[in-house]
């Protein structure tokens, strides 16, 4: 269910974002047969702008749908996946082991990413569409970014909503309403722990450091055995009994090694 609901937003995207470049093209042709504006110098680039406005508005439409399209094939929706040779290799037909322990996101994760996706992203997005006259480029533009932000935002809400990690004998297993995906034992090098707002200050400026208002975000990073990181584990991740049982047979089977 979940490969067909992708494959039908891929195709839906991909036919607006058609659609919005051919009705650029159409209104490229309206503005070359309108002529230019006879005025010279700096007074002639608001004439310019004001006659291929909407064709710009609609090249950003139909760049702003293609870019989500190649998002939503980035995604990993419906895919059953084992890390295998430094790789996400299908296998859907891999076997399933009861587990000895299962967290599942904190959550605050999921409720943050629909504050911050209804905070930013509809603020930003939602009052250029009431607004009255042509649609212009930076309207156009910021509907774009608001809008695609905000469903963005959602979208990591469902899946951090849903999301479980699994323990067993065979090794760990991450599961969400999109997709699973499975890493074997014998390929889990180790755990890093990161302070992600660490290395967010350090592409700061210095003189904001100590008063930055980020807070404290700690994950766990599952490596394998060549040191990529291929899940990530929130510190929070509940009930915290099991999550600390899972960080401890990761550390201890690498140790063994």
């Known amino acids: 269910m979940t490969v067909l609901l992708k494959n039908f937003l891929l195709a839906l995207l991909i036919a607006g974002a058609l659609l919005f470049l051919a009705s650029g093209v159409r209104r490229a042709a309206t503005a070359r047969m309108t002529g230019t504006p006879k005025s010279t110098g700096l007074s002639r680039i ?36 084992v890390w295998s040779g430094e790789a996400w290799t299908r296998a859907s037909a891999a076997v ?13 994760s999921w409720i943050a990413n629909l504050f911050w ?24 533009f910021w509907v774009s970014l608001g809008l695609g932000f ?20 065979a090794g760990l297993e991450e599961r969400s309403i999109f997709g699973r995906r499975r890493v074997p034992w014998d390929e889990i090098g180790g755990l890093e722990f990161q302070d992600v707002r660490a290395r967010i200050q350090k592409y700061q400026d210095w003189r904001t450091r100590s008063s930055s208002t980020l807070p404290r975000i700690d994950v766990w990073a599952v490596k ?19 999550f600390r049982k899972i960080r401890e047979q990761i550390e201890r089977r690498a140790a063994a090694r």
């Open 150 to 169: 905000f469903l963005w935002m959602v979208q990591s809400s469902v899946e951090n909503c849903s999301r479980t990690v699994r323990m067993s004998g």
């Open 46 to 81: 608001p004439e310019l702008l004001d006659l291929w406005n909407e064709t710009l508005a609609c090249a950003i439409f139909g760049l702003a749908l293609m870019g989500g399209a190649w998002l939503v094939s980035r995604t990993h929706w419906g895919v059953d996946a």
């Open 96 to 108: 399933e082991a009861e587990p000895d322990y299962e967290v599942s996101e904190p959550r605050e």
């Open 224 to 242: 394998d055995r060549n040191g990529r990181e291929v899940l990530s584990l929130p510190d929070g991740m509940v009930p915290g009994d099991a």
């Open 117 to 140: 996706g209804c905070a930013f992203g509809l603020s930003f997005g939602l009052p250029p569409i009431f607004m009255d006259g042509k649609w212009t480029a930076a309207r156009a």
